[in-house]
């Protein structure tokens, strides 16, 4: 298990009851979590500034407490994000992937080359911010053209605008397989692929029917000696077992791993799970 340890400006104060009670900096959310299955108090007793509510007919919606502002700032180390209240419980941020940013700014600093990096279903754009901080150059492709405006705000916030990143709205699979056409090819692949989706022009993604043809293609734009590849799920049926076939079977000669990523529990002894991720190197 990969455990985030270095934020400041985040932490999970309770969870119980498939609900948990976080502080983002200075503001305390209440929000779903189905994985928090076990009982450890009523958590809606405990002080926030909001709570998202589920509606039985799907989605839900915030109520604020105390008055919020519709867009505020954490740090990680020297990394900026922009976090805001979403439809759909969400806030912009999965905290978790601190240890993944960690690991990724490590392999850049230590590489002897300039690292091109392409970062798929690249969301608001952590992954992004994290390596152009450690110098690499960095596509960014997102499907939504929404998210993809957060992740600028995100690296504009970081003080990285003048790196070199390029963000596309585009479905993963077809700009991959137009990299493979034009022969482009990368040191370090991420991506987040969500078990459902839909690509740019309405293409629809499942993850049981499309991750293993993704990672086959996405060989095919690695450099022989490319510094990593990370995947990472949320998908709930996806096991550790499963990500570390679906790796062998497409990168039969590197070193693969795979582990759970969680976060600490405030004064317990309790990790909250939050997906599972896979390392491809060389070394």
């Not at 400041?8 to 209440?30: C, F, H, Q, R, V």
């Amino acid at each position: 298990m990969k455990v985030s340890y270095s934020w400041e400006d985040y932490k999970i104060i309770k969870a119980s009851n498939g609900l948990k009670l976080e502080k983002w900096k200075d503001i305390t959310l209440l929000r779903p979590d189905p994985i928090v299955i076990w009982n450890n108090g009523n958590l809606k007793n405990e002080k926030y500034d909001a709570i998202y509510h589920r509606s039985s007919s799907g989605g839900g919606y915030w109520e604020n407490i105390n008055n919020i502002p519709s867009l505020w700032q954490v740090k990680y180390k020297n990394l900026t994000f922009n976090i805001k209240q979403m439809g759909f419980k969400h806030t912009g941020l999965f905290p978790e992937q601190a240890v993944n940013w960690d690991r990724m700014i490590d392999k850049i600093k230590n590489s002897q080359k300039e690292i091109k990096v392409l970062n798929l279903f690249a969301y608001t754009g952590g992954a992004t911010v994290a390596c152009l901080s450690a110098g690499a150059s960095v596509t960014h492709v997102d499907s939504s053209k929404g998210m993809n405006e957060w992740a600028k705000e995100n690296v504009k916030s970081s003080g990285l605008e003048n790196k070199s990143v390029r963000f596309l709205v585009d479905d993963v699979v077809k700009f991959v397989e137009r990299e493979i056409r034009r022969n482009n090819k990368y040191d370090a692949i991420i991506m987040d692929p969500p078990s459902y989706g839909r690509g740019s022009n309405k293409e629809v993604w499942s993850i049981e029917k499309d991750l293993d043809n993704l990672l086959s293609l996405s060989t095919k734009i690695l450099n022989d000696d490319f510094l990593f590849v990370c995947v990472n799920t949320y998908t709930t049926n996806l096991s550790l077992l499963t990500l570390e076939n679906l790796l062998k079977v497409h990168f039969k000669s590197s070193k693969i791993e795979v582990d759970e990523i969680a976060l600490p529990i405030e004064n317990t002894s309790l990790f909250l799970p939050c997906g599972i991720t896979g390392w491809i190197t060389n070394d």
